[in-house]
């Protein structure tokens, strides 16, 4: 009988196991899985090629949880959850939504859609709608929420709306031909309308792998058709369906790091909250790996800076966290990075694989995730911990192995050289999807984020508005 059989809260967990890390990094769930859509419709080198040569769709309807908060209070509720500037902010926007602990540290991230006045929607993993809905109903606000799992075990489950993405150089040629003439002319991150198959949807100016783009959504009963649509139009302009394997890998190149370790497991002033999640909530069944571990889950938790969130804190009005960082805004930070991998080192990897004795760890292509919250080492030619790598793949389109890393700011400049630890010490952990290997050295070079050129492109181009 394990320690955590018959917990019913998160805290039941916390306060059975002796180290909450060393519990999370056995965690027999093993990596979350992606989108619940096909492998791949072509392959997926093909399909990664579509968003920066032609036009790729992403069906997103099902691998995120919304979270709907409604009510008068709902823009005091989330104003005083998140570290963004709420000023200016207006039905028809969206932004990324982060929220952080009473000491500064991250819960999570949601992309939040102002989708009328009272009425806003958070689209992402749990963590950060947990802790939202956690304090709707806690703080005796005039406000209400309804949530919409993801359904990533259950592609069958109708949602509440569906998602598209279309992504590359000619999604808005696509649009138009769709929508029968012009799309509105929106700003990033603006909603307007679209007419598909004669259905009106909502449509964000989006760009998740730095070229143009757009998300529709709408009824999930449209779903189908407007699919159809899509697909059909999207031949005159080489559109490509992606697949599972591939969608895991366009934050490679666009440099969002997704899913960090929600901090929420040490803090006494969180216990009520351990209280209120149940044992099967994301926080309680994630899983931690790679060549980093610390019996201290404080050691895996992360500030904004870290994940290069710096530049949307803002001190413009009160919210959780916002004390403790005032303080850590004076302290040095590590910098969000895009490591590139030696391709003589991974090829050493893998010839491990065709020899007898212990392999080094397998590599997934294209996106090389085991555990829902990866922590590689990355460390100076001393050894010396200097960062941590996390979500890595390969990109067909820069021909490369790539990972998204936060490293100290002696080590950020890009060109500098660095080492990555692949695979776990000791054999490696409990998890079901870790084999016995043995781990190794991958030299890396630190590249830009994004790591894309069109995509630093159209950063820039953004800023420049």
């Known amino acids: 009988m394990s320690a955590t059989e018959g917990a019913k809260t998160l805290q039941d967990i916390v306060e059975r196991v002796s180290s909450v890390s060393e519990y999370l990094y056995n965690n027999t769930t093993g990596a979350r899985p992606f989108p619940v859509v096909s492998p791949e419709f072509s392959n997926w ?3 990664q090629r579509a968003w920066r040569e032609t036009v790729a769709l992403m069906d997103q309807s099902h691998h995120m949880t919304d979270l709907y908060v409604t009510g008068p209070d709902a823009f005091r509720l989330l104003e005083g959850l998140a570290i963004n500037s709420f000023r200016n902010f207006e039905p028809g926007q969206a932004k990324q939504l982060v929220v952080c602990n009473p000491d500064g540290f991250v819960i999570g ?8 006045p009272e009425r806003f929607q958070l689209v992402g993993r749990p963590s950060a709608h947990n802790w939202v809905e956690y304090h709707a109903l806690k703080s005796g606000l005039n406000v209400s929420v309804e949530r919409d799992e993801w359904s ?21 040629a696509l649009m138009e031909a769709l929508n029968g003439g012009p799309i509105p002319s929106l700003k990033f991150f603006h909603m307007g309308w679209i ?9 964000l100016q989006h760009g998740m792998a730095g070229v143009q783009g757009g998300e529709i959504f709408g009824p999930y009963e449209w779903r189908d058709e407007v699919r159809a649509a899509i697909v059909e139009a999207g031949r005159a302009f080489g559109l490509k369906q992606v697949g599972a394997r591939a969608y895991g890998t366009n934050t490679l190149e666009s440099g969002w790091i997704s899913g960090p370790v929600p901090a929420v497991y040490t803090s006494p002033e969180l216990e009520a909250y351990r209280r209120w999640l149940p044992a099967t909530s994301y926080e309680a069944t994630g899983s931690l790996g790679g060549s980093f571990f610390s019996p201290r889950i404080e050691d895996y938790y992360l500030t904004p800076w870290d994940l290069g969130y710096g530049h949307i804190l803002k001190f413009d009005h009160e919210f959780v966290g916002e004390a403790a960082l005032r303080l850590k805004a004076q302290e040095p930070h590590r910098h969000k990075v895009t490591l590139v991998w030696n391709p003589d080192d991974v090829l050493q990897v893998m010839q491990t ?4 004795g212990q392999p080094g760890k397998f590599i997934e292509f294209p996106i090389a995730r085991y555990a829902m919250w990866p922590y590689d080492r990355v460390v100076n030619r001393q050894g010396e911990l200097v960062g ?6 390969f990109s067909w389109n820069e021909r490369a192995m790539l990972s998204l890393a936060m490293v100290d700011e002696a080590y950020a400049t890009p060109g500098t050289e660095v080492v990555l630890v692949w695979g776990e010490p000791e054999g ?3 998890k079901p999807s870790v084999e016995p290997h043995v781990p190794m050295e ?4 630190v590249g830009p984020v994004p790591y894309a050129a069109p995509a630093r492109a159209f950063r820039e181009q953004l800023r420049s508005r």
């Open 45 to 47: 080198r093909d399909e």
């Open 109 to 116: 991230d949601a992309i939040m859609f102002y989708l009328e």
């Open 152 to 172: 990533v075990s259950d592609p069958n489950r109708p949602r509440k709306v569906f998602r598209f993405q279309l992504q590359g150089p000619n999604a808005k």
């Open 195 to 203: 007419t598909i198959a004669g259905r009106r949807l909502r449509l």
């Open 353 to 356: 694989w065709l020899r007898p």
């Open 388 to 393: 941590f790598s996390t979500s890595s793949g």
């Open 428 to 430: 490696g952990s409990r």
């Open 442 to 445: 991958i030299r890396a070079t």
